[in-house]
Nanobody, 126 residues
Framework: QVQLVESGGGLVQAGGSLRLSCAASGRTISTYAMAWFRQAPGKEREFVAAVTWSGTITYYADSVKGRFTISRDNAKNTVYLQMNSLKPEDTAVYYC???????????????????WGQGTQVTVSS
């Protein structure tokens, strides 16, 4: 089982930027599809972005398209989420997720993803 640890969250003003990192250990994630989800208080966990094993294909929720960028460095066993033009509605706990299947399959549904990190808080003030 791969272990995932998120970092990089914090408090930022609207319009600002943050870069989240997800460091994997225990197994290499170079063949895994990876994703970021987020969960705001009182809301369900929602899909943010996903990337295939090679990093060449990415997917985004409409709400973050054009503002967030998911990327990965397989040599460092790490996935990133660059978040620009942040809005107060982006406030949530952000989670990293991994799927050890084909490396190209992905889903917006949390149940698809087999491994999760503990999350990192992102708070955007207005």
């Amino acid at each position: 089982q791969v272990q995932l640890v998120e970092s990089g969250g914090g408090l930022v003003q609207a319009g600002g930027s943050l870069r989240l990192s997800c460091a994997a250990s225990g197994r290499t994630i170079s063949t895994y599809a990876m994703a970021w989800f987020r969960q705001a208080p009182g809301k369900e966990r929602e899909f943010v972005a996903a990337v295939t094993w090679s990093g060449t294909i990415t997917y985004y929720a409409d709400s973050v398209k054009g503002r967030f960028t998911i990327s990965r460095d397989n040599a460092k066993n790490t996935v990133y989420l660059q978040m620009n033009s942040l809005k107060p509605e982006d406030t949530a706990v952000y989670y990293c997720a991994a799927d050890s299947g084909s490396g190209t399959a992905w889903s917006r549904e949390p149940i698809f993803w087999g491994s999760w990190g503990q999350g990192t808080q992102v708070t955007v003030s207005s």
